[in-house]
């Protein structure tokens, strides 16, 4: 996570509680109902599956995603379903053909419950650009998924910001980046931390013990927080401010806007790497 972040310490808003993340690596108890399919009616009291879990619609509804919406109730994580990600497994490994086995697909998936509207939401081009996009940067910044944390250890101790009340519980050296976008600072663990309902300011470690924790904290930063853009990456993409935004969101002025250049041409590449092997095309607002 970029070190701009640090700007954010006072800014900082957490996301909505939601279930534990915890709860992604707990064994299902529940076999999954039929794959929800975004052309058939359902009723009140049907039953599908969706991303790893079980839905049952409230009311009559079609072509609303279980989590995009308010149509459906999750009844929890489920056994033995396909997965209906709008990035396969077969995808996902040739994004990360050289990736860290740390970095499962099933942990990406188990993230997902922790926000639903992730690539959920739009025309299945919106959800597979959002989806690209975020593994985009996980490509990036954890140089293709090979790093679980930061390697310069000598700069594990700036990542603890002292003027935050809750302070380093885990010791200075604990908040390094860690997880697909390198997520990092005492501020957003305890952020994040909150919002997934779990201790990662007393534990920041957990997130390089278990794959779901490390996608959901990504996952929390890109849902919810604007960084130093103007709006969250989950927005840019839904909205149609495009690729660039999400840049922006990051980094901020330290790429965008002449910054460095050379580095938004190097997250669009490899976007458009990404799109390709997803079959759909980049969009548009591709810098910043």
């Given at each position: 996570m970029p070190a701009t972040l640090a700007a954010l310490a006072a800014a900082l808003v957490t996301a909505a509680p939601v279930a534990s993340a915890s709860a992604t690596t707990a064994p299902a108890s529940h076999p999954c109902a039929p794959l929800h399919s975004p052309t058939a009616d359902y009723r009140a009291g049907d039953t599908v599956s969706h991303h790893g879990r079980n839905w049952s619609a409230k009311w009559w509804n079609r072509g609303e995603n279980p989590g995009a919406g308010a149509?459906?109730?999750d009844r929890g994580a489920c056994t033995g379903g396909v997965s209906d990600f709008v990035i396969g497994e077969e995808e996902f490994d040739a994004i990360f053909p050289d990736r860290d086995p740390f970095y499962t697909y099933q942990g990406l998936i188990d993230a997902l419950h922790a926000y639903p509207h992730f690539a959920n939401v739009g025309t299945p081009q919106t959800r597979a650009r959002e989806a690209a996009a975020f593994l985009t940067h996980a490509d990036f910044e954890s140089v293709g998924l090979k790093y679980v944390k930061e390697i310069n250890e000598?700069?594990?101790w700036r990542k603890c910001d002292?003027?935050?009340p809750f302070g380093c519980p885990a010791g200075r050296e604990a908040y390094y980046g860690r997880g697909p976008i390198m997520f990092s600072w005492n501020f957003n663990y305890k952020a994040a931390?909150?919002?997934?309902g779990l201790d990662l300011l007393n534990d920041p470690w957990l997130v390089e013990r278990d794959?779901?924790?490390?996608?959901a904290t990504a996952l929390w930063y890109w849902n919810t927080q604007n960084g130093p853009g103007t709006m969250t990456s989950h927005d840019a993409?839904?909205?149609?401010?495009?690729f660039g935004e999400t840049i922006r969101s990051l980094?901020?002025?330290?790429?965008?806007d002449g910054g460095n250049p050379a580095s938004v041409a190097a997250r669009v590449e490899r976007y458009e790497r990404i799109t390709g092997i997803v079959g759909v095309?980049?969009?548009?607002?591709?810098t910043c």
């Open positions: 149509a459906w109730s000598a700069n594990y002292d003027t935050q931390g909150d919002a997934l794959p779901s924790v490390a996608w993409m839904v909205g149609g401010a495009g980094n901020g002025a330290l790429e965008c095309a980049p969009g548009s607002g591709l």
